[in-house]
């Protein structure tokens, strides 16, 4: 997992920082099987899939050209998460925006088995492995 920044303070703004990647860690294998069945979906897309967690944390879809606005008005303070988003690989990595407190965290990651294989491991369809993991994400993040 990669965060862009200076470490955040435990405090409040950071609490959710931590949260997360205690999650991402715990279902590294779902989170690659939905990221593939994603891609599987929509294709060759500029999204990037994200999780906000206000009001309530959840799955969304970060377009490229969004993110690449939010650069321009931070003076390109975010350049690199672009050029994560450019070469991400979804056969291979996992890539994740998480998004709270006015924040942008950038989950990457690379599993065994790859992505497709833990898709098809896991048998189950994209909207019953959503289901599931902001189930399990709302356990993990308390905003």
Not at 3 to 23: A, H, I, K, N, T
Not at 60 to 71: D, R, Y
Not at 118 to 130: N, P, R
């Amino acid at each position: 997992m990669f965060s862009f920044g200076s470490p955040q303070p435990v405090g409040e703004d950071g609490q959710w920082r931590q949260q997360l990647d205690c999650f991402v860690k715990e279902n590294q294998q779902e989170l690659a099987a939905l990221s593939w069945g994603l891609f599987l979906e929509k294709g060759a897309s500029d999204d990037t899939l994200g999780i906000d967690i206000q009001p309530t944390p959840r799955f969304i879809f970060c377009p490229k050209s969004a993110i690449e606005k939010l650069n321009d008005r931070v003076n390109s303070q975010i350049q690199e998460v672009l050029g994560f988003i450019d070469a991400h690989n979804p056969e291979k990595q996992v890539l994740i925006l998480g998004i709270g407190n006015g924040q942008i965290k950038l989950i990457q990651f690379e599993i065994e088995p790859p992505p497709p294989i833990c898709f098809e491991h896991l048998a189950s369809d994209v909207d019953t492995l959503l289901g599931k993991l902001e189930q399990r994400l709302s356990q993990y993040v308390q905003t």
